[in-house]
């Protein structure tokens, strides 16, 4: 069964409040359960903002360590799940019910293989 990652793509900035994110967490927690009884829900995390990312790159017989992000931008992947479905149009179900709990765009991607 082909395999999808769903990422949660968040608007860079403030946080929202424990008491704002509270009913979000809950009503996803519900979500994940729902993913876990269908047997589709393999993995799931939520990522820190940009600015505590560390990028490293090969460069010659070493890396370079630097302060991130890779790529500057207005939004990041927030989070993601992993899971592992029929079809494409299973997990495109799956993404509208995350972005429906969200109320952030979720970009769907295939895995090409997993390791």
């Known amino acids: 069964m082909p395999q ?10 403030q946080v929202p409040s424990p008491e704002d994110l509270e009913p979000v ?11 876990r009884a269908d047997g ?8 820190h903002q940009p600015e505590s990312t560390t990028v ?5 017989d070493g890396v ?8 500057e ?6 989070g993601f799940d992993l899971i592992q479905v029929a079809d494409l149009d299973e997990a495109l179900a799956w993404a ?6 969200l109320g952030l765009p979720v970009e769907v991607r295939p895995v090409a293989r997993s390791f």
């Open 40 to 47: 589709v829900w393999m993995f799931a995390a939520a990522l």
């Open 96 to 101: 509208g019910k995350l972005t429906g709990v």
């Open 73 to 78: 931008g207005t939004e990041f992947v927030g």
């Open 4 to 13: 999808y990652l769903l990422n949660i793509i968040q608007p860079t900035g």
């Open 25 to 35: 967490m809950r009503d996803l927690a519900t979500l994940n359960e729902e993913m």
């Open 56 to 60: 490293v790159r090969a460069e010659g």
């Open 64 to 71: 370079l360590v630097t302060d991130g992000p890779y790529a």
